[in-house]
């Protein structure tokens, strides 16, 4: 087989295991190199399942080392900083949040959270050269590969740094790739009227910058931001957006599965109530009904 031939492999794997309905999506997975957003060879990679169980001590070694490009189009994870568990995310579940974003051709993305840029290709090749995207990666290291890797796409421009502190300007979609305890207020400013706004709630675990919770879609309509659950997720920690209170209340309402039933995000003036899963005087997540 070709490293062409994989590739359209790859993609059919990521279509079946994701439930892509998006040709437009299956086919950046196929156009895509993978090998050449990693580095050079040797290339560690690792089943999602055995980096889990390694990074919480109950395996050894998670990776496995090939010098062959062939083995990097499967649904595994590649190793950017192996000592870090720092990972080119699960194709699979990188496509599914993807796809929650409905992207379009000529829409402009913002991709916090880029790494070294390969989601942030798919997504430029799925918005093609009338769309958009603007990346930012707060790992200086990883920024400044993302920015070598796309620069053969004109329409991505990429930017170093907390991706909290920088306005993207108006968007059509956003996807936050670390995860936060609610949605930063000027995301939700910067969204189109119908967009779609794709992030990690996570909440704390323990001392580390990880923590697991929901990838949660937020849609635009107007003034109002309608939510809903896509999938959990385990992920590295925004470097800002974190409020303890906030990520209490998630805890609790993860526990009680409460948030799994979120259905809007509320910017306006209210007192906390029984509707309320996280609030804040600026954001809170509601199980509340907007529309009535």
Known sequence: MTLDDCRLFYADEVRIVAGLDSPALVAAYSRVPREKFMGPPPWKI???????????????????TTNNPRDLYHNVLVALDPERYLNNGQPS??????????????????????????FTAIMAEVVGPGGQVVASEVDSGLATRARENLAAYPNVSVHAGDGAAFDPGGCDAIFINAGVTHPHSLWLQRLADGGKLVLPLTKDIGTSNFGSGVLAKISRGGSNFAGQVVTPV???????????????????????KALMKLR???TDPHQQDETCLAHREDVCLSVADLTQ
Do not use: N, Q
């Not at 399942?49 to 998670?62: C, I, N, Q, R, Y």
């Not at 385990?234 to 009680?256: G, H, N, Q, V, W």
């Open 234 to 256: 385990a992920i590295y920690s925004c470097t800002s957006i974190r409020d303890p209170e906030m990520s209490t209340a998630l805890a609790k309402s993860l526990a009680s």
């Open 46 to 64: 690792a089943s999602p399942d055995m980096a889990s169980m390694a990074f919480l001590g109950l395996a050894g070694e998670a990776y496995i």
């Open 264 to 266: 809007c995000v509320r």
């Open 93 to 118: 579940a990188l496509a599914r949040w993807i796809a929650a974003l409905d992207l379009k051709p000529g829409d402009r993305v913002y991709h916090l959270g880029c790494g070294v840029g390969y």
